[in-house]
């Protein structure tokens, strides 16, 4: 599936969060330094910034989690991205950006789920 298939009818946005991390191979369980893009609620992963072809994409739309993974892979500063069939193992260089990431994939979730889009003017009425 490429990313064609996300972005048919949208002008491309910028990314909501982007940089290395290493992840663990689905097949072989090694693991490789990507870059990865969060953009409109798909996560795409590169060999390097300037790759122009994804070493692969994981769609968010139907996120089981997304959290730390430190207690499970017994390594710091990890996280799990979850979705139908598959689980991704992720490493950052430091906590604090794990915890970054997974702010930036949880709050792209909520986003694209269509959860805020409300007005306020609509919550007024209700008060």
């Given at each position: 599936?490429?990313?064609?298939?996300?972005?048919?009818?949208?002008?491309?946005?910028?990314?909501?969060?982007?940089g290395?991390?290493?992840?663990?191979?689905?097949?072989?369980?090694?693991?490789?330094?990507?870059?990865?893009?969060?953009?409109?609620?798909?996560?795409?992963?590169?060999?390097?910034?300037?790759?122009?072809?994804?070493?692969?994409?994981?769609?968010?739309?139907?996120?089981?989690?997304?959290?730390?993974?430190?207690?499970?892979?017994?390594?710091?500063?990890?996280?799990?991205?979850?979705?139908?069939?598959?689980?991704?193992?992720?490493?950052?260089?430091?906590?604090?950006?794990?915890?970054?990431?997974?702010?930036a994939?949880?709050?792209?979730?909520?986003?694209?789920s269509?959860?805020?889009?409300?007005?306020?003017?609509?919550?007024?009425?209700?008060?």
């Amino acid at each position: 599936m490429g990313l064609e298939h996300f972005r048919q009818d949208r002008k491309p946005t910028l990314p909501q969060k982007e940089g290395y991390l290493t992840k663990q191979g689905g097949f072989v369980k090694n693991w490789k330094r990507r870059y990865f893009v969060l953009r409109d609620n798909v996560i795409t992963y590169f060999k390097t910034p300037t790759s122009t072809s994804p070493q692969g994409i994981i769609p968010l739309d139907q996120c089981l989690a997304v959290k730390s993974a430190d207690d499970v892979i017994n390594k710091c500063c990890s996280f799990i991205v979850s979705i139908p069939g598959r689980t991704y193992y992720i490493l950052a260089e430091s906590d604090e950006e794990r915890d970054e990431w997974i702010r930036a994939v949880g709050r792209s979730i909520v986003v694209y789920s269509g959860a805020l889009n409300y007005h306020v003017s609509d919550y007024n009425d209700t008060m």
